[in-house]
């Protein structure tokens, strides 16, 4: 048997050239659309390019970079998008672990019927999500309109045409999108706790919400840890939602940094800055999900 | 065991999953129903629950500013990104397996490494070097774009499937004479099914609806259904009408999809996160 398990798992220090060979074509595509890309945008980043890069100027050194320490437009972007990235991501834990408690709790029946409905906002384009909540929050809308019953007017709450409240309106606009997403992974989570933790803590008298904090929650970590390696990354990358629904503005309040990388890009087309800025934004995305994504892989591999 | 819960309970949790409900199908209910009514109905408030629908949104958008050419160059697109990635991913995935386990294992984690970068970073310089290469306009650009966005992603997600299937049953299949490369198609990819049926709606849904590339890798000739959504989105003022018509040409077919995949998407979903 053991002799047989060899033949199966010849390991690459033996000179064992098919596990290589079906990995190939991957480590090719890979290669051709993101290794080669990123290197070259980062040698980009030190020089000054025009639109297109049909002409590569001057080398200019790190000025793209200091640039960037004097732009305090970018410098907003980055804070707003940090800003969005903690509103969504606790927006959708919290409506995503109370979605799945209710769904588990619920009917077999009723979770069958409501578990397809819930996934549909998953499946729409990020571009509808936000075109869908522009129309919610025009000024002389459904929003406006609903809001209207209760006394509440453009004064009390300006929605997307105040700098104040606008990245909220974005923020809700991501909530509704990907909530659904969260109450699948967690609702899954949830059924892997076994039955009988419930039960002893029930027989030692423990109320609903106090098993919620001391068994569901704790049980839950690595699920929590693994969802936010997974989908909480997008949120630094947010760009659809907010092209739709405010184009940045009003007042660049919501300009994310990837839509202000991309107006420096494609509008005012200075794309060696565009590049630099770009860099930035994945060295932030680096240092902010790093360290989960660190914690989440050393536990899985050990 | 369940807790036996008290009436207000009970009341209180109906109440949460109607607002759930509510909240969840409003928005899409807007959307669809607004592709249907007349161009001033859209603006009037309170909306009508009754009216007659018309279709002359849909005819404008299809006639006069072709999208049917958009519906199939995102059909293209994206079905060309799904068996690309399907088949590169789960031969790599198969690739690890073999590998000695253990160094296998650790790649198909730092796999998850490529969500982090920013889809902007790889996306200026891709745009130069296929404006360089005169791809631009062409379905090769969208799709290798695509492919960036998901073939990490599926890599990972097969491994994680492939991680389930006994070893014993492969070195079954070796003491019968099959050799690994046989043992792909024979063995493998049978069991994989599932998997498979869950990359293709989580990848068909990344490619339908990804807008940042298609935006900048494509031209009037190759553009999808996204992009031709963001063309009706001016800075300051919106064609509901027609907006609302193609955003239910892009809506309605992946939905559909997805219903009846619901089962593979969302165990394409959990796979992942919940194994860890």
């Known amino acids: 048997m053991k002799k047989k398990q060899k033949i199966f798992y010849l390991s690459l220090e033996k000179g064992d050239l098919l596990p290589m060979l079906l990995m190939a074509p991957t480590i090719l595509i890979m290669m ?65 672990t109370i979605g799945a408690v209710l769904l588990n709790k619920m009917s077999r029946a009723l979770g069958n019927i409501c578990r397809p409905l819930m996934t549909i906002p998953l499946l729409v384009s990020p571009l509808i999500v936000g075109l869908i909540w522009r129309y919610i929050y025009d000024p002389s809308g459904i929003l406006y309109w609903l809001l209207g019953h209760v006394g509440i007017g453009m004064e009390q709450f300006p929605g997307t ?4 409240t606008a990245l909220l309106c974005c923020i809700i606009a991501q909530w509704w999108e990907v909530v659904p997403f969260y109450i699948i992974v967690l609702t899954a989570g949830l059924l892997a706790i076994p039955e009988d933790y419930y039960e002893a803590a029930y027989v030692d008298g423990a109320g609903p919400l106090r098993i919620f904090f001391r068994i569901t929650l704790p049980l839950m970590k690595n699920v929590y840890m693994t969802v936010l ?49 770009s860099v930035i934004a994945m060295v932030v995305s680096f240092l902010v999900f790093g360290i989960p994504f660190l914690y989440n892989n050393r536990k899985s591999i050990t | 065991m369940r807790f036996k819960r008290k009436w207000y309970t009970k009341l209180m949790m109906a109440a949460i999953t109607a607002i759930a409900l509510i909240w969840t199908l409003v928005p899409v209910y807007i959307v669809i129903s607004n592709s249907v009514r007349k161009t001033l109905e859209i603006k009037e408030m309170p909306p009508k ?57 650790r790649i198909s984690n730092v796999l998850l490494l490529g969500k982090m970068v ?103 000739k190759t553009y999808p259904l996204t992009v031709g959504v963001a063309k009706y989105v001016g800075a300051l003022s919106v064609d509901w009408g027609k907006c609302s018509a193609a955003a239910t040409l892009t809506i309605v077919p992946i939905v559909i999809v997805g219903f009846f995949m619901q089962k593979y998407l969302v165990s394409g979903i959990t796979a992942g996160a919940v194994k860890g």
Not at chain 1, 161 to 164: K, L, M, Q, T
């Open chain 1, 161 to 164: 045409s105040s700098s104040a």
């Open chain 1, 229 to 277: 390696v997974v989908s909480g990354v997008d949120t630094l990358k947010i760009f659809d939602i907010i092209y739709a629904l405010t184009s940045g503005g009003p007042n660049n309040s919501t300009m994310s940094i990837s839509m202000y990388a991309y107006n420096q890009a494609f509008v005012i087309s200075d794309m060696g800055y565009a590049m630099a800025l």
């Open chain 2, 118 to 220: 920013p889809t902007i970073t790889v996306m200026i310089p891709l745009f130069i070097m296929f404006n360089q290469m005169h791809l631009t306009g062409t379905y090769v650009a969208p799709v290798l774009a695509h492919c960036s966005l998901s073939l990490f992603f599926v890599t990972w997600l097969m491994a994680n499937f492939m991680q389930d299937i006994p070893n014993e049953l492969l070195e079954a299949a070796s003491v019968m004479g099959c050799s690994r490369l046989k043992a792909f198609p024979l063995v493998v990819v049978p069991l994989l099914k599932p998997a498979i049926a869950s990359a293709t709606i989580l990848v068909m849904q990344s490619s339908w609806n990804e807008l940042l590339f298609s935006l900048t890798l494509t031209n009037i």
């Open chain 2, 49 to 105: 629950l009754i009216f007659t629908p018309t279709l002359s949104h849909f005819e404008k958008v299809l006639t006069l500013d072709n999208f049917g050419k958009y519906f199939s160059n995102s059909i293209i697109i994206s079905l060309s990104t799904i068996v690309l990635t399907i088949l590169a991913g789960t031969l790599a995935a198969y690739g690890l397996k073999i590998c000695k386990s253990a160094i296998g294992q």
């Open chain 1, 32 to 96: 051709v659309v993101m290794i080669f890309p990123l290197l070259y945008g980062l040698y980009l980043s030190f020089f000054k390019v025009g639109f297109g890069g049909a002409t590569v100027g001057d080398f200019i050194g790190v000025q793209n970079y200091i640039r960037f320490f004097s732009d305090t437009t970018a410098q907003k972007t980055i804070v707003n998008t940090l800003f969005f990235s903690v509103g969504a991501i606790a927006g959708d834990m919290l409506l995503g």
